[in-house]
């Protein structure tokens, strides 16, 4: 079965440091692959997505996210993350046209 | 454009009380989906509809648990009776196709059931 899988629950950074937040799926084929945010209290954003082509992917906010077949991963980078990046990350896999979320990852930011 | 509206937004209730939550999409979104979220769980796909009509429902837990879709502009979810295990938060969400088009979320209906 299709499954996507965040083994980090909760990160902390500082504000201005790098990021990066793991994301691996299992499929057979090349899936459609996204990155969704959620803030307190709202529903959940499309920070971005890959469907083929170039494995490096941009997105909103200053995110990027790269596609690596070889290791079953998608995992989501930002340079230098802001206060306002505090929110529940998503990673998410397109199955039987179903999106099939992760767990997520809550990041904390620290000033 | 308004964005996907959900209400209530926070609702409690007693244990055997029948629910129901409310969903708008976006307009000429012609896919509308269910989600429910709990920290045991996470994100599940409850249902989902193409046009108005059911496609999946392979996602709701139980009978106690039914979604209509009357029109192309309005959804609703209901429980009856509700069980405190059925505290979660539920979100709506249409996309334009399926296939990795992008899903936009309500801010979600907060149940509480006591």
């Known amino acids: 079965a299709q499954s996507v899988t965040q083994p980090d629950i909760h990160i902390t950074v500082s504000e201005g440091a790098s990021l990066e937040l793991r994301c691996n799926y299992s499929y057979g084929a090349t899936p459609y692959l996204f990155w969704y945010v959620q803030s307190p209290g709202q529903g959940l954003q499309l920070l971005l997505k890959y469907f083929s082509g170039d494995t490096l992917v941009q997105g909103i906010k200053g995110f990027e996210a790269e596609f690596k077949r070889s290791q079953s991963s998608f995992n989501l980078r930002k340079p230098s993350v802001h206060w306002s990046d505090a929110a529940e990350y998503f990673c998410a896999v397109d199955r039987a046209q179903k999106l099939v979320f992760g767990q997520g990852t809550r990041l904390t930011i620290n000033p | 454009d308004a964005g996907v509206i959900q209400s209530p937004r926070h609702e409690v209730t007693e244990m055997g009380q029948e629910v129901t939550l409310r969903c708008k999409p976006i307009s000429g979104h012609d896919y509308l989906f269910w989600y429910r979220q709990t920290m045991m769980r996470g994100l599940e796909l409850l249902i989902y509809?193409?046009?108005?009509?059911?496609i999946d429902d392979s996602g709701m837990p139980e009978d106690r648990f039914s979604a209509k879709m009357p029109n192309a502009s309005f959804s609703t979810l209901k429980i009856q009776p509700s069980e405190p295990r059925d505290s979660a938060v539920y979100f709506c969400?249409?996309?334009w196709g399926l296939g990795g088009g992008e899903l936009f979320f309500g801010e979600g209906s907060r149940l509480t059931v006591l």
């Open positions: 969400a249409s996309s």
């Open positions: 509809f193409n046009n108005n009509v059911p």
